[in-house]
T-cell receptor
Framework: QKEVEQNSGPLSVPEGAIASLNCTYS??????FFWYRQYSGKSPELIMF????GDKEDGRFTAQLNKASQYVSLLIRDSQPSDSATYLC??????????FGAGTRLFV | NAGVTQTPKFRILKIGQSMTLQCAQD?????MYWYRQDPGMGLKLIYY???????DKGEVPNGYNVSRSTTEDFPLRLELAAPSQTSVYFC?????????FGPGTRLTVL
């Protein structure tokens, strides 16, 4: 069973701090990785994607990928109350299918 | 662009009833997906499609059926509804890997 694992949280950080969200995946064949943000009662929205090992930055968000360790992370700098949401990690598997983690709840 | 639209927003079914959840997208995406999300859980893939006329099962297909006769539409059919199908259903479309989600349908089976 291919899986994406996340700590369900909740993760609580003070305003202005860095929030660090982590995820591991089981399928070594996964090529693409995504972070979605989901506000309560709303649908997920894509905030970051990463394909290559290393870091990818977009504004206050940085995604990090380590394929050898099968580990993906998301850093949110200068956290704001509006960042309070559930963050879903996802990985492609078996072609165009995507496996989602259960999500980490973040409170700022 | 309306993006991905889903109807209805809410529905209550009795056990054994059937219904179709509608999903449409106007972004000309080839790939479309149906997920269910139970409270406090992530998204479970029910069915997906890589183009008109092509569909395949995801992780939890039992009790559901899909069809894809056009690029735009991807309806999900529930036959013989059961309480275990109480969930929020999301449809998504994708140009390749990044997915765009509809607003969801909240379904309760009593």
């Amino acid at each position: 069973q291919k899986e994406v694992e996340q700590n369900s949280g909740p993760l609580s950080v003070p305003e202005g701090a860095i929030a660090s969200l982590n995820c591991t995946y089981s399928d070594r064949g996964s090529q693409s990785f995504f972070w979605y943000r989901q506000y309560s009662g709303k649908s997920p929205e894509l905030i970051m994607f990463i394909y290559s090992n290393g870091d990818k930055e977009d504004g206050r968000f940085t995604a990090q990928l380590n394929k050898a360790s099968q580990y993906v992370s998301l850093l949110i700098r200068d956290s704001q109350p509006s960042d309070s949401a559930t963050y879903l990690c996802a990985a492609t598997t078996g072609g165009f299918k995507t496996i989602f983690g259960a999500g980490t709840r973040l409170f700022v | 662009n309306a993006g991905v639209t889903q109807t209805p927003k809410f529905r209550i079914l009795k056990i054994g009833q059937s219904m179709t959840l509608q999903c449409a997208q106007d972004m000309n995406h080839n790939y479309m997906y149906w997920y269910r999300q139970d409270p406090g859980m992530g998204l479970k893939l029910i069915y997906y499609s890589v183009g008109a006329g092509i569909t395949d099962k995801g992780e939890v297909p039992n009790g559901y059926n899909v069809s894809r006769s056009t690029t735009e539409d991807f309806p999900l059919r529930l036959e013989l509804a059961a309480p275990s199908q109480t969930s929020v259903y999301f449809c998504a479309s994708s140009p390749l890997y990044e997915q765009f989600f509809g607003p969801g349908t909240r379904l309760t089976v009593l």
